[in-house]
């Protein structure tokens, strides 16, 4: 199997300048993130990354890993998810949301987000109601994890084979919302 290589590059520098075309969300930005057209923060190492999956005693799927290379991290997403942490907070979705997870437990105890958030690990803030999670219970023959977009409001987690898929949906979201507005 060779290396599989992800454009973030240009979908981000994309997704930065539609965001910052947003007046709303631009003025509350700092000034030197608008200067630069930029979302994102300075990548992660190499240190950072293996520290991270030891933490969670697992390596990180391909997609993530390189995304977290070339950012630690994302501003915003959509109007539903403010931020991607960067590798250092990524933690199990458990650690701060163990009430989720009982209610779905108490809801539909054989449905797919009962049976595996309680080993989802959580990559971003909890927004409106909703956050995104990586899967590794639930990896693919290429390494990848399956991505969630999960929400109080939705009733199931919206499910991706991968980060890179998770955030390309992100993108489309962004992009049909702000058509809307």
């Not at 300075?42 to 391909?62: D, H, M, N, Y």
């Not at 105890?109 to 803030?125: C, N």
């Not at 929400?151 to 955030?167: E, H, T």
Request: charged share 25%; hydrophobic share 45%.
């Amino acid at each position: 199997m060779g290396v599989v290589h992800f454009c973030w590059e240009p979908l981000l520098r994309a997704w930065s300048q539609e965001w910052l075309h947003v007046h709303e969300y631009a003025v509350v930005l700092p000034d030197e993130v608008v200067e630069a057209g930029w979302l994102g923060y300075p990548g992660a190492s190499k240190k950072q990354i293996v520290r991270t999956e030891k933490r969670l005693g697992s390596a990180l799927p391909p997609s993530y890993r390189e995304f977290l290379r070339l950012t630690n991290g994302w501003r915003r997403t959509s109007p539903f998810i403010e931020r991607v942490w960067p590798v250092e907070q990524i933690k199990p979705f458990s650690v701060n949301n163990q009430e989720w997870i009982d209610i779905w437990l108490d809801v539909d105890s054989e449905s797919l987000e009962a049976r595996y958030l309680p080993s989802a690990v959580q990559i971003s803030e909890v927004g409106d109601a909703a956050v995104l999670l990586l899967i590794p219970e639930l990896p693919s023959h290429d390494g990848e994890w399956e991505g969630w977009f999960l929400s109080s409001w939705r009733g199931i987690a919206v499910r991706y084979p991968s980060f890179w898929d998770l955030m390309q949906a992100e993108y489309a979201t962004f992009k049909n919302i702000e058509k809307l507005g």
